[in-house]
């Protein structure tokens, strides 16, 4: 289940996050959310390490937390797309399926004449198509 | 990893006994120790001794089922015997060395018969442990020999192979060496041989699984891994490892055989044991990616074994002292990975991430388990406490032998009886044990080592959040400045980041250390950060009710708005508005006044924020001029300032404005204030509301003047010093310029908001003085031409001033400047500036041109006199064109009104004017040839296309050149001479005459052109002949234009091209009468000389023409003698009247195939109907002229 997906601007601010738990844990999602951006730092400034992942949008698992897995995404603008999932089994598939669908529902949100670059999404349109996208993630494998 | 013992952490070394001789032993022993693989050796004096080693580690076999004899028992009481491994590193021996002097063995038969013994008692002691024997026979001197018998009987005795009985020599050095090698070859194959054997014995039974308890094949696999160990073979010891690994992982639902909560520390001991063997051999041969994918599953296989609810601290214990374990490991061994190590990461065959491979992972996770640890340990303990329970005994609770099981030690009479624990025996115990650790600390520890490892690794978030919760550790401890200092700097980065929701919990921290530690300033400077945080209502409220909440609360409005309450009841020493709540220590009193200071990177200035603009740019001295003063505020609430002071660099312009709804307060400062005083009805800041604010200012002093600060005053004791910054160049609010909000400009006209300054630059004052530049048209090239320069005084008197002069070229040619133009090169200069003439007395002008510093080509700086008010000076500059070009004068005069240069302002008047340079004269010239003459010259034969041929001139001939003259101004001119002058003093090769010297002054009005002819006969034959340069003198007429001009006379001068002189063979000349009558026949003939010494034969042809009546011949060939004259004469009756063209004659030149006719204008004639009747007069050749030059 993913319980938190984020948006990540130029300067690591945040665009957009949100968490889809029950429980009340989203500062310490923020936290990994944060500091998962470390790790895309690390990738993005050595992409030697990253080898085949050369030119790739989808950048992984970022890193393990006790309970959760934080994979990443940069588009060429170099907006970063976190998600944190507290799947333990995850298929690459489904994670660059769900950044896809994502990152289609990132670009229709900015695209809107007034949202003004660098600034917080708050398009509840937005929203609400993040959290279907959350809903179906997994999904398609199954099926 | 210090908690291990020294067996688990270093590799196994070989053991071996030495027995006998104990004079060699420490040689033997250092030798051993240092050969690679080392042996460790027991040094054994006497044979006697070899029995209590051996009985002592039988005894301890005695008390439970020994694995060695027993392999069928079923019911082991326990999984691994603590002691076994140390057993086997320190005190079971793989090889037992007997050492018999040479003396004793071939000595007589009493002391044989003792060797006999001893070495059989000793092969009874270690036959059932299967441990090998060597004999040593050591040389007792250097010459000593032990006989051949002896040696073989011994062997025999012994049972032992021939190479396993060496002779040890040790008073010989090269022997001595010798056989220390072979007793290492020996002892070394022996204790392989051992292990082998002994490791061999077990894995039969592993393999043949004849038991029927997990716990044996456990303890069988961990045992044959020893051995291999000890053998070195590491990939047989990891595989029966990781065997032992996985069969304790399956235990953990079958086995019953503890009490639960013991069961499963048992095995989790256990694991933990085999875990770190497993570990350290994978970072021992490099496999760092296999040793992290092992932890993994490790962790993750044992994670949700958490054990019954009472002990869940133990679990969190033993998980953290995995992290732990790890984390060090990895630290140790990091140093052996080669530095380019580069897994493939976060891919799906590899998913194994970055930070993964760093202790600092495994340090922080540690902290994390840890902190679980004391949270179920403290819930424990508070049970237990409200239970009642009393510590029954857990002093007398100690491990027992096996690995990970605990007993109570009972005494009874002299001997000790391990009595078994129940689970709740345990739980206390362990709870007791527990609360002996101050557990804070240790993950204080741990979170630094995190803390500064990604530090390190640059990597600054994971470290942020290492040293929030290392902050978190030192807050709930009551360290207030460790926390705030490390708080600090986590804010610092979630400030430049933009993430709110984590400052805000971190500046809750920071803003409850402050209270706590009773320091005003920063609470309420913390306070007013987190309430002017762009938290909206809408932002996770609901999410924000963990317990993991600081001590701020959830970030929401409501927080905010209450903190801002708090801080405002504060400053305004308002009690009921305050928040009574330990707030005691918190007082802002007379004594202690508040002063906040908010500068340009403050995060405060979200909270205030000051711009001020001025209105103008550019103000003048004593002239007020608006400023606009904007505020804003993203604190929650309505914050009403009591009274605002504005100031600037120049202190007399510092003024306050003071909020009349609350006069009382600001009265009190009334009097200390500056002159100044405002007053507005409302100060009042509405969040993210501009609060704007126009006032005017007036500065006396030129110069910059700036606003420096905006000081709010809120409450009595408080104030907030906000640095003024510009509109234009105002950075964003750090925060807030993410959100998405209605952004509004500071000053109500946007366009100020996009340039207004903070600094305004004040005019010096006006100057009172008159500059007047004064030209007459346009300037004359080659003339003096004069610029009137007036200073004329209106009001200030000069003290002392000077006149800068500049001449710049108008087309951007660029300054000519003494800068440009080398002093050399003076022809550059087109336009120069020659002096500056007064117009004054000549005495006085002598002062004055002393002063004149400077005058060069383009520029010129000239001192002006002391002048008082309404008095004038004046002077004329002299500049002379070299050439016809615009050009712009600048004058600047600066002047002190003053003596004292220093107080008093200099003032500068500027003026510039645009001065036309024109040629006056242009001069033109024209060759002519005498009228119906035509010589023919050769180089005119060849069709020239090129226009800048030189003319050529007949040798000779006289030739006609008019020199004209036209006045191109537009004042009238006066001419004085015009003449051909001579470039060189060559002898002239021509004469010269002309028609008569002028004209004692001839005018020339505008657009006229003067004539005049002279006569040209070249004498001489060249290809080029210089005829000299025209010199015409003249001036601007002063009669007609009362001009400050010229005095002399101008002398303009204009090059005569070089001319052609040549021979002319042939001459051609028409001759008609001047005129015709209608009717009245006329002689018409063409003359052609012939000038060469040869027969030229010409053709000629005679056109027909209908006005004329003709008599001769139309054409022929006619043969011309040299230096002769043929004339073809005809007899013309005009048959018409008016102008008329005469029939046109062609000759031909056949030797030179020129062809010639007359020109229309040559053959034309006038036929007047009748007789006419001129007035005669004698000036016929002045007509004639004249009907030339049209």
């Known amino acids: 289940m993913i319980v938190c997906v984020a948006v990540v601007g130029h300067q690591n601010n945040p665009l957009y996050i949100q968490s889809f738990t029950e429980a009340d844990d989203a500062l310490k999602l923020h936290h990994i959310v944060h500091c998962s951006l470390d790790v895309v730092d690390e990738r993005v400034n050595n992409p030697k390490k990253s080898g085949p992942m050369l030119n790739e949008t989808f950048l992984g698992l970022l890193y393990p937390t006790e309970n959760y897995k934080v994979y990443g995404y940069l588009t060429n603008t170099k907006v970063k797309f976190i998600l944190v999932t507290t799947d333990l089994d995850v298929k690459d598939a489904d994670v660059r399926n769900f950044f896809r669908r994502f990152h289609a529902a990132y670009v229709d949100a900015v695209s809107n004449p007034f949202h003004v670059p660098g600034k917080k999404i708050t398009s509840r349109t937005f929203a609400d198509r993040v959290s279907s996208i959350v809903k179906s993630f997994g999904l398609s494998s199954t099926v | 990893m210090e908690d291990y013992a020294e067996e688990l952490r270093s590799p196994p070394v070989s053991l071996i006994a030495l027995v006998g001789c104990s004079e060699h032993h420490h040689m033997l022993s250092t030798y051993l120790h240092s050969e690679q693989p080392p042996i460790n050796t027991l040094a054994l004096p006497d044979f006697s001794k070899i029995s209590l080693l051996l009985s002592d580690s039988h005894r301890n076999n005695n008390k439970s089922s020994s694995p060695t004899t027993d392999p069928l028992s079923s019911s082991s009481s326990g999984i691994l015997k603590k002691d076994w491994f140390l057993k086997h590193r320190t005190r079971v021996p793989a090889v037992v060395a007997a050492l018999f002097s040479s003396d004793h063995i071939s000595g007589d038969p009493a002391q044989w018969l003792q060797v006999c013994t001893d070495l059989e008692n000793l092969k009874n002691e270690i036959r059932s442990k299967n441990i090998k024997l060597a004999v040593v026979g050591v040389q007792s001197s250097s010459s000593a020999e032990i006989s051949e018998d002896r040696m073989i009987a011994l062997r025999k005795r012994a049972e032992v192979d021939s190479k396993f009985l060496v002779i040890f020599n040790p008073y010989d050095d090269s022997q001595l060496q010798q056989s220390l090698s072979r007793l290492g070859t020996v002892f070394a194959e022996l204790a392989t041989t051992y292990y082998r054997d002994e490791g061999r014995r077990i894995k039969t039974r592993v ?76 970072l021992h041969g490099a496999k760092v990616v296999e040793a992290v994918t092992w932890f993994r599953q490790h962790y993750v296989s044992y994670r949700r074994l958490v054990g019954a609810p009472e002990a869940t601290f133990l679990h969190w214990e033993w998980m953290s002292k995995q992290f732990l374990v790890f984390a060090e490991l990895l630290e140790t061994s990091s140093k052996a990975f080669p530095s380019n190590f580069n897994p493939l990461l976060g891919t799906g065959e590899r998913p194994l991430t970055e930070w993964e491979f760093q202790p600092a992972y495994y340090y922080q996770l540690a902290a994390h388990y840890l902190k679980e640890k004391r949270k179920y340990l403290e819930l424990a303990v508070s049970i237990s406490e409200t239970d009642g329970e009393i510590d029954n005994g857990a002093e007398s609770v100690t491990p027992s032998i096996y690995v990970g099981q605990f007993a109570r030690l009972l005494e009874q009479g002299d001997t000790y009886v391990m009595q078994p624990l129940s689970d709740e025996e345990y739980t206390s115990y362990a709870i007791s044990e527990g609360k002996r650790y101050q557990d804070s600390f240790e993950i204080i520890v741990l979170l630094k080592k995190s803390y500064e490892s990604y530090n390190s690794l640059k990597a600054l978030r994971m470290a942020s959040l290492c040293g929030f919760q290392m902050a978190r550790e030192h807050f709930a401890m009551g360290d207030f400045n460790n926390a705030k200092q490390l708080l600090d700097g986590v804010a610092s980065l979630y400030r430049q980041e933009g993430w709110v929701t984590l400052l805000w919990d971190v500046l809750g921290y920071l803003q409850d250390c402050s209270r706590k530690s009773g320091t005003v300033k920063e609470f309420i400077e913390y306070s007013l950060e987190m309430a002017a945080l762009p938290i909206s209502s809408d932002t996770e409220v609901h999410s924000f009710r963990s317990k993991d909440v600081g001590p701020a609360g959830p970030a929401s409005l409501s927080q905010r708005e209450i903190i801002h309450n708090e801080v405002f009841g504060l400053v305004s020493g308002d009690a009921s508005r305050a928040i009574a709540e330990n707030n005691d220590d918190l007082k802002i009193t007379g004594d202690s006044p508040l002063r906040l200071e908010i500068d340009l990177v403050s995060p405060l200035r979200s909270a205030l924020l000051a711009t001020v603009a001025f209105h103008e740019q550019i103000i003048k001295p004593g002239v007020p001029a608006l400023i606009t003063l904007s505020l804003l505020s993203h604190l929650p609430l309505t914050v009403n300032i009591d009274q605002l002071q504005i100031q600037f660099n120049q202190s007399e312009c510092n003024f306050t404005i003071i909020n009349s709804e609350r006069t009382e307060s600001a009265r009190m400062t009334n009097d200390q204030q500056g002159p100044r005083v405002e007053s507005a009805p409302s100060l009042a800041l509405v969040t ?36 003024a910054e510009s509109p234009a160049s105002m950075d964003e609010l750090p925060l807030w310029k993410f959100e998405d909000r209605v952004e509004t400009f500071p000053t109500r006209d946007p366009a100020l908001a996009f340039s207004g300054q903070k600094a305004s630059q004040v005019e010096e004052p006006d100057p ?158 024209i060759f002519m040839l005498p009228f119906r003459q035509d010589p023919l010259l050769l180089s005119t034969i060849k069709p020239s296309s090129d226009a800048g041929e030189p003319a ?37 090769q021509f004469t010269l005459q002309h028609s008569g010297d002028l004209l004692g002054s001839a005018q020339l009005m505008p657009g006229e052109e003067f004539r005049k002819v002279f006569t040209v006969v070249p004498e001489l034959k060249a290809s080029k002949l210089k005829l000299g340069t025209v010199s015409l003198r003249w001036k601007r007429n002063l009669e007609t234009n009362n001009h400050p001009s010229t005095v002399g006379w101008i002398l303009t001068k204009h090059e005569l091209p070089e001319i052609i002189v040549e021979i002319s063979p042939l001459v051609v000349n028409l001759e008609s009468p001047p005129y015709a009558i209608l009717g009245e026949p006329f002689k018409y003939q063409v003359k052609i000389r012939n000038h060469t010494q040869l027969l030229q034969e010409v053709k000629f042809s005679l056109a027909d023409s209908q006005s004329f009546l003709l008599s001769g011949s139309h054409s022929d060939t006619i043969f011309i003698l040299p230096k002769s004259e043929h004339i073809l004469s005809y007899k013309i009756v005009p048959l018409t009247s008016g102008l008329q063209q005469l029939p046109r004659v062609t000759v031909t030149s056949q030797r030179y195939l020129a062809e010639f006719q007359p020109s229309l204008a040559a053959s034309s004639i006038f036929v007047f109907p009748c007789e006419p009747h001129f007035k005669k007069s004698d000036n016929g050749d002045k007509r004639k002229e004249s009907v030339m030059a049209e």
């Open chain 2, 952 to 988: 050529s001139l007949p040798l000779n001939g006289s030739s006609l050149l008019i020199i004209s003259a036209k006045n191109c101004s537009e004042v009238p001119l006066q001419l004085q001479s015009i003449s051909v002058e001579d470039d060189d003093d060559n002898e002239r």
């Open chain 2, 688 to 723: 993210n509301k501009w609060l704007r604010l126009t006032y005017a200012v007036m500065s006396e002093q030129s110069g910059k003047l700036e606003c420096i600060y905006v000081a709010a005053k809120m409450g009595p004791h408080f104030t907030i010093c906000c640095r």
């Open chain 2, 207 to 282: 393999e043949k699984k004849n038991f029927n308890s997990p716990e044996l094949h456990v303890r069988y696999c961990f045992k044959v891994a020893v051995y291999a160990e000890f053998r070195r073979d590491w990939a047989e010891a990891l595989r029966f490892y990781e065997d032992a690994y996985h069969t304790l992982r399956e235990m953990v639902g079958t086995t019953n055989r503890l009490p639960a909560i013991q069961r499963l520390v048992e095995i989790k001991a256990v694991a933990e044991q085999l875990y770190f063997k497993i570990s350290t051999l994978l």
């Open chain 2, 768 to 925: 009172q003085v008159d500059l007047i530049l004064d030209s007459a048209g346009p300037a004359l090239v080659g003339e003096s031409f004069m610029v009137p320069v007036t200073v004329a005084s209106k009001g200030h008197a000069i003290f002392s001033g000077e006149l800068k002069i500049n001449l710049v070229d108008v087309r951007g040619g660029g300054l000519f400047s003494p800068r440009e133009a080398e002093p050399s090169s003076m022809e550059n200069h087109h336009v120069e500036l020659l002096g500056v003439i007064g117009l004054d007395e000549e005495d006085e002008s002598q002062v004055w041109a002393d002063k004149i510093t400077k005058i060069q080509q383009s520029f010129g700086l000239v001192s002006v006199p002391k002048l008082g008010n309404a008095e004038s000076w004046s002077c004329n500059l002299e500049i002379k064109w070299h050439r016809p070009k615009p050009v712009m004068l600048f004058v600047s005069l600066g002047y002190f009104t003053d003596s004292n240069e220093l107080t008093s302002p200099k003032v500068h008047v500027h003026k510039s004017l645009q001065i036309e340079g024109k040629n006056a004269i242009q001069i033109s010239h």
